[in-house]
């Protein structure tokens, strides 16, 4: 199944998190909506779902972000991360 990964990285955290979007739609408005909070600058707090495993969630401060990225990701590549969280 293909997916779509938004990478998110936290400053001084080498750890990357990631929510995943079943359709392309999905993974670029969500890019956006944190690229927009993150130029914003104010210190949100954001709640992100995840469409591939559902009922996980997590809870983001904007203001700690550093980088946001959207991939593509399909077949025994979409298995990479457990979660949210990725080495």
Do not use: D, H
Request: charge should be negative; include cysteine; proline fraction near 2%.
């Amino acid at each position: 199944m293909l997916m779509y990964t938004v990478e998110i990285t936290l400053k001084n955290n080498p750890i990357a998190l990631s929510v995943q979007r079943k359709e392309q739609e999905g993974a670029e408005a969500l890019y956006r909506e944190l690229a927009n909070a993150i130029a914003e600058g104010q210190p949100k707090v954001w709640e992100l779902t995840c469409e591939k495993q559902e009922g996980k969630k997590v809870s983001v401060l904007i203001s700690e972000i550093s980088a946001v990225q959207v991939s593509e990701k399909s077949g025994a590549s979409a298995n990479m991360g457990a979660g949210f969280i990725r080495a």
